[in-house]
């Protein structure tokens, strides 16, 4: 990673482990679904954190179709329906000739652990605006007193050194206001140079890192993209031609385009310190 101006930071999953908010964002969703729907979530919901059910991290569902899809960079290979039934090479090769083209609403890549309980939501029911409320609902109250964050001390410590050195960059999908809040609780207010919200990834990502590249005057191979969701902050960035880190806590990327993956914020501490501040 020699020549490296600029780091581009995810914010939830890359700056802070904490994922107790995922349980009372699901709770919340949950309780948006009619009575009779509500423990047909749950259920889900167990399966999916138990590893058995069909929907898990790194695949992706098709709302409009109520499929679960598995990809290779974009390029449907298996899908399923909901109940596990698997749909033949036939049907997929007919409804996906081309390309996944991911957004927020209907086509949603499960990078992280905020898309499972909204798939299983909009499955049974729920709106997109419905699940966005809930969504806003739970940034609200990680902004109260009661929702507790603590930095990881060795990443807080790398990450202020890196500061120093490297020009900084927050680009989160997550509104400024409660990511702010975040950030303060976690002690990283001014480590950032430049801070991008609402950042519509993985639609805008490339626009977003264009932005960057000029705002910040350094070329795409002299940037860094950190970040837990691979289809939102990892491969748009390696296609352009940045260098990239997964955190990859299911290890799904091992084999992928990005440059380096690491299990959790520790080994990203670890990476980070070796490679840039020695």
């Known amino acids: 990673m020699e020549h490296l101006k600029t780091i581009v930071f995810d914010l939830d999953g890359t700056l802070y482990e904490d994922t107790h908010h995922f349980q009372y964002y699901a709770n919340l969703l949950k309780g948006k679904l009619p009575f009779e729907k509500q423990t047909l979530f749950e259920e889900d919901y167990i399966a ?22 598995a990809h290779l960079n974009g390029k449907v290979t298996n ?64 902004m109260t007193d009661d929702f507790i964050l603590e930095p990881l001390k060795e990443f807080a410590q790398v990450l202020e050194k890196l500061h120093t050195k490297y020009t900084l960059v927050l680009m989160t999908n997550s509104p400024q206001t409660d990511s702010d809040v975040i950030l303060k609780k976690l002690g990283f207010t001014s480590f950032f140079h430049d801070k991008i919200y609402e950042a519509n990834k993985p639609i805008n990502t490339t626009d977003r890192l264009t932005y960057i590249s000029k705002q910040h005057h350094v070329p795409y191979n002299q ?40 299990k959790d914020l520790s080994e990203l501490s670890a990476l980070l310190d070796k490679s840039l501040l020695k």
Not at 121 to 135: D, M, R, V
Request: with cysteine; aromatic share 12%; glycine share 8%.
């Open 223 to 262: 940037m860094l993209s950190v970040g837990d969701n691979y289809i939102n902050e990892i491969l748009p960035a390696a296609i352009m031609g940045c260098k990239t880190i997964c955190i990859d806590p299911f290890e799904l990327f091992k084999d992928s385009e990005a440059n380096y993956t690491v």
């Open 48 to 69: 999916v954190g138990e590893g058995t059910h069909t929907l898990k991290i790194g695949r992706v569902y098709d709302a409009k179709k109520d499929l679960i899809l």
């Open 79 to 142: 899908g399923w329906t909901w109940e596990g039934v698997e749909v033949t090479k036939e049907e997929l090769t007919s409804h996906y000739p081309d390309s996944l083209s991911f957004d927020l609403f209907d086509m949603l890549s499960i990078g992280d652990l905020w898309w499972v309980p909204v798939s299983i939501a909009k499955h049974y029911g729920l709106t997109s605006e419905q699940a966005y409320a809930a969504f806003l609902q739970t940034r609200e109250h990680m």
